[in-house]
Each structure stands twice: as C-alpha cells, then as structure tokens.
C-alpha cells in the first residue's frame, strides 16, 4: 500500500515539473478566458436595462456577473487543459508502450498528472482571479453558510471527476482515429454550451432546462454554481448529486470498455 | 499575381481531395458548426424572451448581426482557420522550412494552403439567416447597401485574418498555438454584441475595442449598413474605424511575421 502511495506521488511530482514548463501557456488561457467577461458585464447591463424587471430567471444584474465569475474560477480550478491532447498523443506516437511495461495503470497514471496540472493551473490562475476579483468587487457576494460551502466543495470535486473522466473517454478513441480533434471539438463545444459557461442554465425555457439536467455537461460546471448560489433545494439537491454519480461510473465503465478493446488493437499492431 | 492564383489553385485542388477522403469528419465538422450556430440563435431568442429591444436593435436586428459574425468567421475559417490552427505544429516539426523555401511568399503559403468546404456552407448558413431577419423585419436593402455589405464583410474578413495570425504568430516563441486559437475564439465572440450595449464603457476601452482589436466594429458595421441602422455610435465613424484596423493589422501581422520568422532561423 504503501509502495503504492509512494508510485502515485513521484508521479504527481513529475507532472508538477512538466506542467511548470508551461505554465506561461496556463497564464495566457487565463487571460484570454477573463477578457469575455469585460463584453458580458456591457452585454448583460444593456438586457437588463431595456428588459422590463430587475430579475432574469431569478438573477439580479448583479447575480449574473457574479455567476459569470464563477464560471471563470472554477473552470480555472476544475476543467481539464490538454490532457486529451497528451492522452491522444501517448497512443498515436507509442509513448504508451513504455507506460505499459511498468506495473502502474494508465487511467490512475493520468489521473494522477491531471491532479498536478489542476495545482499548478491553480496556482498560476490564484493572482490573475484575484485581480479580476478585485476589479469586480462590487459584484461578489461571499456571504453563504458553512454547509453551502461544504456541498460546492463536495460538487466541485465530483466536476473535476467528471470533466476528467469525459476527457479521458474521448481521448480513448485514439485508439481507432488517427486525429481525435473532430471529435474533442465536439464534446468541447456541446459542454461550452450545456455546462454553463455561455449562460446560466435556468434562464433557458423550462422544458428545455428539465432535458439538459440530464445530460451529464451540466455536472462539470453549472451544478456547482448552483449549489453555491443556494438553487437547489433537499430533493432537487439530492438528484443532482445522484446524476452526477451516475455519469461519472457511467463515464468510467465506459473508459474501461474502450481501453480493453483499445489495447488489444493497440498490442496487436504495435506486435 | 497570376502565379499566386495558379498555385492557389492546385492547393484548393489538393484540399478537396483530402476532404472526399475524410468525408466522415467533413460531415461532422459540418454538423458541428451547424449546431454551434444555432446555439447562437438560441441564445439570441433567450435574451429576447426577456426584453423586446437592447437600446434599438430587437430580436431581428440581433439575429441578423449573428449571421454577419457567421457569415464573416466562416469564410476567415474556409479559407485560413486550419492553416493558422497548424502553424505551431509546422514549426514543432520543423515542416515550415519546407514551405520557406518555396518561391512564393511565405505568410501566403502558410496562410493558404488548406482550404475548409465545410465552413463555405456554413457561411451560407449565415446568409439565410441575414435573409432570414432581413425578411422578418420587412426589409428590402437598395442595390447600395448590398455592395457596401459585401465590401465591409471583406474588410471585416481581413481583421479576422489578420488579427488571428498576428495571435498565432506568438506560437514562435511560446511553441503550443492552441491558447493562441482559444484567445481568439474568446476575442472575437465579443463581436456578435451590438455595438450600443458598449455606450456604457469607458471611451478609452472603446477606442481600443474599435481601432485595435476591433471587435465593435467587425461584425457590427457591415450589419448596419445592411439595415441601416443608425442607433449607437456614428455609422461613419465606424466604418472608417473598420476599414482602418483592416489595413492597419494586415501590415502590423505582416511586420510580426517577418519578425518572428527572424527569431525562428536563428534559433535553429
């Protein structure tokens, strides 16, 4: 067990050293994913101006560009950056035989350097959101209970699980096409848009929000926010985190599947 | 020139092979566009759900604002998105000597030697939704406004262009482009916001979103010149703004390149 340990942290601290090489790519993604928000705090005010009520599926002006701050930081703390490009490249280039012969699963493997790069983007991303922060202080609104801040962190966790394990699973198809990018676009643009990260989901129309919570994108983003913001009450929280659970075994079995089959085509090239 | 369009030529040739030969991913990428899109028009009829006009321009206006933007990026992206997307991988791999020592000139090569017919479609997409709006709003542009559209869409084409390799060409020094391609994606998609909702900003920032990274104007003046708005900030004021960030970014990548492609050979 211990030996065990002890693999997974040398691990953790190469990936530490690797991603620090990057970490100006890291500082510059940051920058770009902030510069939106200048567009949306102008866009949103002018909605809320010409609209007839101060509130918009229940958020104030305000509301909603503390919820776009949200967006920011914890997609800068949570979402995966590159990792399918590295996974698809251990596969196409043969990096992956190496990784075979010795005794470490690959799925824990990646696991493991997704953790370290999560730590080095957060450290790099903690002074730029603080800046931001403070440029729009007038917006946030720290003030919930401890449980509420228990729950966020408890949902935010399994967001990092899953946007992980999504990532993973597309990568996998490596294995049959030569350039994923078709397909990591895809996904990429169907969790842009059903994560979140465009809009709150619960100004969208009713029947189409009830559709969308049951897709797992809301799960890497959007269920954070809204457990943070109090959205969500017993039950209603209770399914969520349910839903959650179940994209991520969903999401996990099916990697497993994928890989099984994947490496028995691999190894049967490669001879 | 003749030269320049003989070798354009051949690689539309050579890129409509490759794509009849990954017809599966054309379709997709098609598809995907496609939906990206829509998702667009779908945000558009949200925001609308909650007021009837931002400051003058209602639904109609906003939709046909959205197909200029698609309108505009679509063909920046048929004729030079992947060349652009692939430029950090040329210099990864060393290929770029290869396209240096051609005798054409180098940011052409590089900028244009796939071309996208997915994204032409998609472009068309865009034109049926400026129609689209164009006929909701019962509006009938003269001949005039139809060529003035269709010369600000090319300027507007230019900055798109231009602007994203000046972003690109970064990837000589930082080598992965693709926070360069996400920077502009994440630029740019300022563009679809009419530009009265900026009234509010400082005049300075305006300044700076009109003339040097003018996503105010890009998409916006060929809209209202269409239509004819004329709310928001003076139309002429706009299209000379436009129409200067065209040339002046198309020469500032052009320096930027040359540049870069100093610091490239000496540093191999």
């Given at each position: 067990?211990?030996?065990?340990?002890?693999?997974?942290?040398?691990?953790?601290?190469?990936?530490?050293?690797?991603?620090?090489?990057?970490?100006?790519?890291?500082?510059?993604?940051?920058?770009?994913?902030?510069?939106?928000?200048?567009?949306?705090?102008?866009?949103?005010?002018?909605?809320?101006?010409?609209?007839?009520?101060?509130?918009?599926?229940?958020?104030?002006?305000?509301?909603?560009?503390?919820?776009?701050?949200?967006?920011?930081?914890?997609?800068?703390?949570?979402?995966?950056?590159?990792?399918?490009?590295?996974?698809?490249?251990?596969?196409?280039?043969?990096?992956?035989?190496?990784?075979?012969?010795?005794?470490?699963?690959?799925?824990?493997?990646?696991?493991?350097?997704?953790?370290?790069?999560?730590?080095?983007?957060?450290?790099v991303a903690l002074f730029p959101i603080l800046i931001?922060?403070?440029?729009?202080?007038?917006?946030?609104?720290?003030?919930?209970?401890?449980?509420?801040?228990?729950l966020t962190v408890l949902a935010a966790i399994g967001?990092?699980?899953?946007?992980?394990?999504?990532?993973?699973?597309?990568?996998?198809?490596?294995?049959?096409?030569?350039?994923?990018?078709?397909?990591?676009?895809?996904?990429?643009?169907?969790?842009?848009?059903?994560?979140?990260?465009?809009?709150?989901?619960?100004?969208?129309?009713?029947?189409?929000?009830?559709?969308?919570?049951?897709?797992?994108?809301?799960?890497?983003?959007?269920?954070?926010?809204?457990?943070?913001?109090?959205?969500?009450?017993?039950?209603?929280?209770?399914?969520?985190?349910?839903?959650?659970?179940?994209?991520?075994?969903?999401?996990?079995?099916?990697?497993?599947?994928?890989?099984?089959?994947?490496?028995?085509?691999?190894?049967?090239?490669?001879? | 020139?003749?030269?320049?369009?003989?070798?354009?030529?051949?690689?539309?040739?050579?890129?409509?092979?490759?794509?009849?030969?990954?017809?599966?991913?054309?379709?997709?990428?098609?598809?995907?566009?496609?939906?990206?899109?829509?998702?667009?028009?779908g945000l558009v009829h949200v925001v609308f759900s909650?007021?009837?006009?931002?400051?003058?321009?209602?639904?109609?206006?906003?939709?046909?604002?959205?197909?200029?933007?698609?309108?505009?990026?679509?063909?920046?992206?048929?004729?030079?998105?992947?060349?652009?997307?692939?430029?950090?991988?040329?210099?990864?791999?060393?290929?770029?000597?290869?396209?240096?020592?051609?005798?054409?000139?180098?940011?052409?090569?590089?900028?244009?030697?796939?071309?996208?017919?997915?994204?032409?479609?998609?472009?068309?997409?865009?034109?049926?939704?400026?129609?689209?709006?164009?006929?909701?709003?019962?509006?009938?542009?003269?001949?005039?406004?139809?060529?003035?559209?269709?010369?600000?869409?090319?300027?507007?084409?230019?900055?798109?262009?231009?602007?994203?390799?000046?972003?690109?060409?970064?990837?000589?020094?930082?080598?992965?482009?693709?926070?360069?391609?996400?920077?502009?994606?994440?630029?740019?998609?300022?563009?679809?916001?009419?530009?009265?909702?900026?009234?509010?900003?400082?005049?300075?920032?305006?300044?700076?979103?009109?003339?040097?990274?003018?996503?105010?104007?890009?998409?916006?003046?060929?809209?209202?010149?269409?239509?004819?708005?004329?709310?928001?900030?003076?139309?002429?004021?706009?299209?000379?703004?436009?129409?200067?960030?065209?040339?002046?970014?198309?020469?500032?990548?052009?320096?930027?390149?040359?540049?870069?492609?100093?610091?490239?050979?000496?540093?191999?």
């Amino acid at each position: 067990m211990h030996a065990l340990v002890s693999k997974y942290v040398k691990i953790f601290q190469l990936g530490l050293q690797d991603t620090f090489v990057y970490r100006w790519n890291f500082f510059i993604r940051l920058f770009f994913a902030a510069i939106p928000l200048l567009g949306l705090v102008f866009y949103w005010r002018a909605i809320f101006d010409s609209g007839q009520t101060t509130t918009i599926g229940g958020y104030s002006y305000h509301g909603m560009v503390f919820y776009f701050l949200l967006t920011l930081f914890f997609e800068a703390m949570l979402s995966p950056v590159e990792d399918d490009w590295r996974i698809a490249a251990d596969i196409r280039e043969g990096t992956l035989n190496a990784l075979l012969l010795r005794p470490i699963n690959y799925r824990a493997y990646r696991f493991t350097l997704f953790l370290s790069y999560r730590v080095v983007y957060a450290i790099v991303a903690l002074f730029p959101i603080l800046i931001v922060a403070f440029f729009f202080r007038e917006y946030i609104d720290l003030s919930r209970s401890w449980e509420t801040y228990a729950l966020t962190v408890l949902a935010a966790i399994g967001a990092g699980i899953l946007g992980f394990m999504i990532t993973y699973t597309v990568a996998l198809f490596a294995f049959w096409i030569l350039e994923v990018s078709t397909l990591v676009f895809i996904v990429f643009s169907l969790e842009y848009f059903f994560s979140g990260h465009m809009f709150p989901l619960d100004i969208m129309p009713e029947w189409i929000y009830r559709i969308v919570q049951w897709t797992p994108f809301p799960y890497e983003l959007f269920f954070v926010i809204a457990v943070y913001n109090n959205k969500m009450n017993g039950t209603e929280l209770l399914k969520g985190f349910c839903i959650q659970l179940l994209w991520i075994v969903f999401f996990y079995l099916f990697s497993k599947w994928l890989w099984n089959r994947g490496i028995k085509k691999y190894t049967a090239v490669g001879g | 020139m003749k030269r320049y369009i003989e070798v354009y030529k051949i690689m539309l040739r050579n890129s409509l092979i490759r794509e009849m030969n990954f017809a599966v991913n054309f379709w997709l990428w098609l598809l995907t566009e496609f939906l990206w899109f829509m998702a667009q028009v779908g945000l558009v009829h949200v925001v609308f759900s909650f007021t009837d006009a931002i400051y003058g321009w209602n639904k109609w206006h906003v939709v046909v604002l959205i197909g200029t933007h698609q309108l505009t990026s679509q063909l920046f992206t048929a004729f030079f998105f992947m060349n652009l997307a692939n430029l950090s991988e040329l210099i990864r791999t060393g290929k770029l000597d290869f396209l240096l020592l051609q005798p054409v000139n180098s940011q052409f090569i590089v900028s244009s030697k796939q071309f996208g017919f997915d994204n032409l479609i998609n472009a068309l997409v865009g034109v049926v939704f400026i129609i689209f709006g164009c006929y909701k709003l019962a509006l009938v542009p003269s001949i005039g406004q139809v060529f003035a559209f269709c010369v600000t869409v090319i300027f507007s084409v230019v900055i798109h262009y231009a602007f994203s390799f000046s972003l690109v060409s970064i990837s000589f020094w930082f080598v992965r482009a693709q926070g360069m391609i996400y920077g502009y994606y994440s630029i740019m998609n300022m563009a679809r916001y009419p530009d009265v909702v900026w009234a509010r900003a400082h005049i300075a920032l305006r300044a700076v979103l009109s003339i040097v990274i003018p996503v105010i104007v890009v998409a916006n003046v060929p809209t209202r010149t269409l239509l004819g708005l004329t709310t928001g900030p003076s139309l002429l004021w706009s299209t000379g703004c436009l129409i200067g960030a065209a040339i002046g970014i198309l020469i500032f990548s052009n320096r930027f390149w040359k540049f870069a492609l100093r610091h490239y050979t000496s540093a191999s």
